[in-house]
């Protein structure tokens, strides 16, 4: 029998140590990553307005009018290219549902489409990256779903009523959607707080033996939908680390600025917030091995060494594909240069300035616990082309 000619190969983040992260783990990272974020916003957004009601009023407002607003009537036409929709197909409400459906996906929520015709549509899933943040985003999600909806209906809006009868941001072992035709099924039209309830007709669990862990992008390698059109695993990662910010960071961000006093009261608690969670990533002493694990930090770098936020911190960028660079990596000093526009814009359309002042302060208290207290993390340059993020010692007599 002849040997390989050459070894089977598949793409790998690297870390400054030379430890391969395959690309499968990188994207499972980074998605779980763009969801801590998240978390911590909608931290922000319950101490700004403490009404439930009154708060996912204001996202799921918000969250619609934006994915309204962003497409127009080419950019419809282009989506029914993209996907491979016969002309003979009645294109109404029920074909948002590939909108939703190739979303989860992208984003690694793992599950089936129970049921997809012009009468109901169920998408179960089992598993959710967003399961972290909370009740108030899985209702956020709903008034997405709505607005896909909306924008194939011919009448304009409301032809579904849409139901997030599950989730498991809730507690639910599932999240589900279900969306049926209202003339259909005798439905009244629903209000942003209604979306949470029972679909009229019954929905199908899945057996625990069939569920899965993983989204399709990672079990076969793309992502096919109801028309047979395919998206690559690699198309869906940046598609994931574009998007991903825009949905559950960007659009919420909106209404949840609104619900401060001003810029300083949000800002102020916006780093409070942040700056709990840094603090509070390695609090416990495994946490910090597990990531020396992770990374292949080598044992003569000891516990008091900026070189391992440095490496940690490069590791996160790499992995949600954030083109960086080390211009410093000393046990006395490290330095990574990043293109500015691209840290804040990673969707072009919709930049979120936010993010510079989100990572600044949770990886300037994330290294207080990872490393040691007479280290800190600040960015320079955000103003310039290219920004430096810097690990260093630095003494302040009001150090938070």
């Known amino acids: 029998m002849a040997l390989l000619d050459k070894l089977e190969s598949s793409k790998c983040v690297e870390t400054v140590w030379g430890k391969l992260i395959p690309e499968k783990e990188a994207y499972q990272y980074a998605v779980r990553q763009i969801a801590a974020f998240c978390a911590n916003l909608f931290q ?3 101490i700004l307005e403490p009404d439930f009601e009154k708060r996912t009023s204001a996202i799921c407002e918000i969250s619609y009018m934006m994915n309204m607003s962003a497409s127009s009537d080419l950019y419809m ?10 002309e003979f197909c009645k294109r109404d409400a029920w074909l948002g549902g590939i909108f939703g459906d190739s979303g989860d996906e992208y984003e690694n929520m793992a599950g089936r489409v129970i049921q997809f015709t012009h009468d109901r549509v169920e998408k179960e899933l089992d598993t959710c990256p967003w399961d972290i943040v909370g009740a108030e985003l899985c209702n956020m999600t709903t008034a997405m779903f709505t607005a896909n909806f909306d924008l194939n209906s011919p009448n304009g809006e409301n032809e579904v009523a849409l139901n997030m009868c599950e989730a498991r941001g809730c507690g639910d072992c599932h999240c589900r959607v279900v969306a049926e035709r209202r003339d259909v099924y005798n439905l009244p039209k629903q209000g942003w707080l209604d979306h949470m309830n029972q679909p009229a007709d019954p929905v199908h669990d899945t057996p625990p033996e069939r569920r899965v862990k993983a989204g399709q992008i990672l079990r076969n390698g793309c992502y096919s939908q109801a028309f047979g059109e395919e998206k690559s695993f690699t198309w869906a990662y940046r598609w994931c680390m574009e998007k991903g910010w825009v949905w559950c960071v960007a659009f919420p961000l909106i209404a949840i600025r609104d619900m401060a006093e001003s810029d300083e009261e ?31 930090v080598p044992h003569d770098i000891g516990s ?16 949600q594909l954030v083109p960086c660079f080390l211009e410093r990596f000393t046990k006395e000093e490290v330095v990574i240069r990043v293109d500015t526009e691209t840290f804040n814009g990673r969707f072009p359309m919709a930049p979120v300035d936010e993010l ?10 994330m290294v207080k616990t990872m490393v040691s207290a007479e280290w800190s993390c600040w960015f320079t340059g955000k103003d310039d082309e290219y920004m430096d993020i810097h690990i260093g010692r630095k003494v302040d007599k009001r150090m938070v």
């Not at 036409?77 to 016969?86: S, Y």
């Not at 900026?306 to 490069?314: D, E, T, W």
């Open 44 to 46: 922000v957004m319950r």
């Open 304 to 319: 008091n060494d900026p070189r391992l936020m440095g490496g940690y911190i490069k590791a996160v960028l790499d992995t």
């Open 77 to 86: 036409q282009e989506f029914f290219n993209e996907w491979n929709i016969p």
């Open 266 to 296: 949000f800002e102020r608690i916006f780093k409070i917030v942040f700056a709990t969670a840094g603090k509070n990533a390695f609090i416990e002493p495994f946490a910090v091995e597990g990531m020396r694990s992770w990374l292949g």
């Open 356 to 365: 510079t002042t989100g990572y600044e302060v949770l990886w300037h208290n």
